[in-house]
């Protein structure tokens, strides 16, 4: 047979030189990868001065050759806020803002159901609540956190303060319905948390790990 295939002109490969050559198709591949799809990866484990996990970033955003991220805290008091961004050299922008305030939770709730103009879903751990967009292909989320500053002057009229995180992926995106809606959760919740920090809020809290999971198919 090899008699056969070699008057054909079939060349005949030895073990090692089938190696070699798989080898060399791996290391080009792997290369390949390294350079059209590394951007998020060399990012920071904790993006945006410490704010959020990379992770997050990965999940939600397609790969890409080049990434960068840009944090900004701006204001104290009623001013305060904290924003992050990360982009891709593909288009794609994963955004997230922390305000302050003078909002209450309710009030939180009806206007962002009137702004999303659908349907929101909603998931909470004690004073601290989530909502996020069912319907359609666009991504955001939101957070809500009571925070009074210390430094705030008070007018002497009752006001309600909290920490509003509004999030949101524009471009393509790597994750769909339900997975996109937790991740954009996640990283709105992870920005509020490192918010409450910066803000100087008058009551201590304790954040949990994460947010109750939305449910399945929401």
């Not at 008057?7 to 290369?31: D, E």
């Not at 484990?45 to 944090?71: F, Y």
């Not at 002497?156 to 471009?171: M, N, W």
Request: aromatic residues 8%.
């Amino acid at each position: 047979m090899n008699k056969e295939a070699s008057r054909k002109g079939v060349p005949q490969y030895t073990t090692k030189a089938l190696f070699i050559t798989l080898t060399i198709m791996a290391i080009i591949g792997g290369s390949t990868f390294l350079y059209f799809m590394k951007g998020l990866y060399l990012l920071p484990g904790k993006v945006c001065d410490g704010a959020a996990n990379r992770g997050i970033a990965i999940r939600t955003l397609p790969h890409t050759r080049a990434a960068d991220q840009w944090s900004d805290q701006g204001g104290t008091g009623r001013r305060f806020s904290f924003a992050c961004r990360i982009s891709t050299s593909s288009g794609s922008t994963l955004s997230g803002e922390v305000d302050l305030r003078d909002s209450s939770e309710a009030a939180w709730v009806d206007f962002y159901g009137r702004l999303a103009g659908k349907r929101v879903v909603r998931a909470s751990k004690g004073d601290l609540e989530a909502l996020a967009q069912v319907d359609g292909d666009s991504g955001s989320a939101s957070v809500y956190v009571p925070c009074v500053p210390k430094n705030l002057k008070e007018s002497g009229v009752p006001h309600t303060y909290g920490l509003v995180a509004d999030v949101s992926v524009t471009g393509k995106s790597r994750s769909t319905g339900a997975g996109r809606r937790q991740d954009l959760t996640d990283f709105a919740y992870q920005l509020t948390e490192h918010a409450y920090k910066l803000a100087n809020c008058k009551e201590p809290r304790n954040f949990p790990e994460e947010l109750p999971r939305y449910k399945d198919g929401s």
